[in-house]
């Protein structure tokens, strides 16, 4: 199946730093990729939308100056999280999908390793 | 109200046994409909797809009943590799929208 990898793993950073993490598809080509957080014993939250050459599509209740995506390829999509806070410790999954043609393509996202954020 | 519901959990069960997880949806308009996996601090993998004629996949089945807005996921003969959450997601308006996750534990 198609590879996606994150980077860093995981980070632990000081309040008020800011924090990038990578998204790459390492075997095919991705238009679109998606930022997703989930908090312990909590299900996914999407968080954004990431689209090849354009601005990012936030979900509601996400600050785009605080979460700045950046899709500067079709192998490459990045979240930086800026002045980052103690409330932002989370654990941050990329996916991309192979299709978006029919409803089931979407559901064929393909997730990466994700990057557990610790802020003290 | 939630747009995907599950039971939390955890279900603890013994290895053999068949165990049937639950999720309801919100919103009539969803489109697809998917299980997947979650080990622990791990990312989802995609289990299986849901269709209203129902799906086998080997020891599970999943079935979506789209008048009660209800999908189930069925475990047969549980081994202890099946240990991990089981996530109902639901495709609305081209987004995964994901439940909060059932946990399972297979004990010897």
């Known amino acids: 199946g198609a590879v996606v990898s994150q980077h860093p793993s995981w980070v632990i950073c000081k309040s008020g730093t800011s924090v990038k993490i990578e998204c790459r598809s390492l075997?095919?080509?991705?238009?679109?990729m998606f930022w997703y957080r989930q908090f312990p014993k909590q299900s996914l939250m999407l968080m954004a939308t990431?689209?090849?050459?354009?601005?990012?599509?936030?979900e509601q209740g996400v600050e785009k100056d605080k979460f700045l995506i950046n899709h500067a390829s079709l192998t490459l999509s990045t979240l930086t999280v800026t002045s980052a806070h103690p409330e932002d410790s989370s654990f941050y999954i990329c996916s991309a999908s192979l299709s978006l043609s029919s409803a089931s393509g979407m559901g064929e996202q393909y997730f990466g390793p994700g990057t557990r954020l610790t802020v003290t | 109200r939630k747009e995907v519901e599950q039971d939390p959990g955890p279900f603890n069960v013994p290895e053999g046994a068949t165990v049937a997880f639950n999720c309801t949806y919100s919103?009539?308009?969803?489109?697809?409909f998917f299980w997947y996996r979650q080990d622990c601090r791990k990312e989802p993998k995609l289990l299986m797809s849901v269709y209203s004629s129902g799906n086998e996949d080997g020891r599970f089945t999943a079935q979506l009943n789209r008048a009660s807005q209800y999908i189930s996921l069925l475990i047969r003969d549980s081994k202890l590799s099946d240990s991990a959450t089981y996530l109902c997601?639901?495709?609305?308006?081209?987004?995964?929208?994901f439940g909060q996750g059932t946990e399972l534990s297979v004990k010897p």
């Open positions: 990431s689209n090849e050459g354009s601005k990012a599509t936030y």
């Open positions: 919103n009539s308009a969803s489109q697809s």
């Open positions: 075997d095919f080509q991705a238009t679109t």
């Open positions: 997601v639901v495709v609305q308006g081209g987004k995964l929208i």
